[in-house]
């Protein structure tokens, strides 16, 4: 799918990050590799620290209503300006009712405000922006407040070097308006179901619900334990598809629209992990320092919430005092990838925060 | 070949590697010695290669004929 815009904005920015940070070393005794080899993956992936809940219980609605918070208590958001709100998580609170309802409902928002949620992970950024401009082009929808959340985890055995190493848990609002100002917005969305399980948790639907038996943990070929309940990744395809499509998209999205490489300002990419990054820099021929890649070592890879994070973290004050032109990409479970290029800047707020 | 043994040599941190060496006979072998050739695939030789592909390769030789073999196709 296309996506072509313009008269919209992104008028602010926010991340939470929980205030619990674990080291890679903390937990390096849990994997059956040599400590020699851990420290090996460590450097190559660029591993350091993840900031994830302290406590199972707290709870991707608990990450955005800490935002909520935030934004009414610091008077940079306005209750009754709140057109819409989208919801994308892979994590919601319950199976039913949606989680954006219960948004709505705790900050007693006017029946006219529209709650909708989305499954989505990696590229659940990208999803959230285009939902978040098709909305807009309805009659009395004005602002959507996109907010990107997950928790996950409690869904990555804390036995799997292939994900815990990485997880980590954030949450993000972001506002998006009309304007009169003539934007332009560009970018594609592409998707691949045949490669929808690369990326799945087995259990816990209603396909496959949890049981004793989804509990218990079994050991892959390279020594991983993790249990059916558990994120399992199958790491070779998704490195794979990131390394083909995405350069593929984002060239051809820079060929068709008047931006080259060079014009872009900052390529703000979700954040798998360093080493997949600087691969796709290079591809790409765009400087290293150009696609920031600082997110999984400080933070952790918090799914859909990335973008925001490498956002917020990286250029932060200078999004609210000039304007830039950036290239957003998303890609990974579904098989989702997803890129738009647009201005942002002059925001509202810029800011990353602890709960 | 020459090239492919070195680039070999250095993934599995020994000073040289024999075509007949079995993959997985080597120290440093694990997952992540895996995906530094699947992007050594992708990065010098333009192929995806997965780690199932890999592990039926069995040696740096059957390797080797892998990545050649999907270059062709």
Not at chain 1, 296 to 302: A, P, Y
Not at chain 1, 328 to 352: A, R, Y
Not at chain 2, 54 to 66: S, V
Request: hydrophobic letters at 40%; glycine letters at 6%.
């Amino acid at each position: 799918m296309k996506i072509n815009f313009s008269n919209k904005k992104i008028t602010g920015m926010l991340s939470v990050l929980p205030s619990n940070e674990v080291m890679f070393e903390d937990e390096m005794h849990n994997y059956s590799f040599s400590e020699a080899k851990s420290l090996k993956l460590k450097t190559a992936m660029g591993f350091k620290s993840k900031r994830i809940v302290a406590e199972d219980t707290t709870t991707s609605f608990d990450m955005a209503v800490a935002g909520f918070d935030y934004l009414f208590d610091n008077n940079l958001l306005v209750k009754n300006s709140i057109d819409a709100v989208l919801f994308i998580s892979q994590s919601p609170e319950y199976i039913m009712p949606p989680t954006s309802n219960l948004i709505h409902g705790k900050y007693e928002l006017d029946e006219r405000v529209v709650c909708l949620d989305i499954n989505q992970g990696c590229a659940g950024f990208i999803i959230g922006l285009q939902q978040a401009f098709m909305l807009l082009d309805n009659d009395g929808i004005n602002k959507v407040v996109l907010c990107n959340a997950d928790v996950l985890s409690p869904k990555v055995s804390k036995f799997d070097r292939n994900s815990n190493p990485l997880i980590g848990d954030a949450a993000a609002i972001t506002i998006i308006e009309n304007t009169s100002e003539n934007t332009s917005i560009v970018g594609e969305i592409r998707m691949n179901g045949s490669g929808a399980m690369a990326l799945n948790v087995p259990a816990g639907g209603a396909r496959m619900p949890i049981t004793a038996e989804t509990s218990e943990l079994y050991e892959d070929s390279f020594g991983n334990k993790r249990s059916k309940n558990h994120l399992v990744m199958q790491g070779d395809n998704v490195f794979n598809f990131v390394q083909t499509k995405v350069p593929e998209q984002i060239n051809k999205i820079l060929e068709n629209s008047n931006d080259t490489v060079e014009s872009i300002d900052y390529f703000l990419f979700h954040q798998p992990n360093r080493f997949m990054l600087q691969k796709l820099a290079d591809k790409l021929g765009v400087s290293r320092d150009k696609l920031p890649s600082n997110v999984v070592e400080n933070f952790g890879n918090s799914s859909g919430v990335t973008i925001p994070v490498v956002t917020t973290f990286n250029l932060g004050e200078q999004l609210e005092n000039s304007e830039m032109n950036v290239c957003f990409s998303g890609f990974g479970v579904g098989l989702t990838w997803g890129t738009i290029i647009m201005k942002i800047g002059n925001l509202d707020f810029c800011k990353l925060i602890y709960k | 070949m020459e090239d492919f043994l070195e680039q070999m040599a250095e993934i599995m941190e020994v000073d040289n590697v024999n075509p007949s060496d079995e993959l997985t006979s080597f120290e440093a072998w694990d997952s992540l010695t895996t995906l530094s050739i699947i992007a050594l695939a992708d990065d010098d030789y333009q192929v995806s290669l997965t780690n199932a592909e890999i592990a039926d390769a069995k040696t740096i030789e059957g390797l080797h004929q892998l990545i050649l073999s999907k270059q062709n196709a």
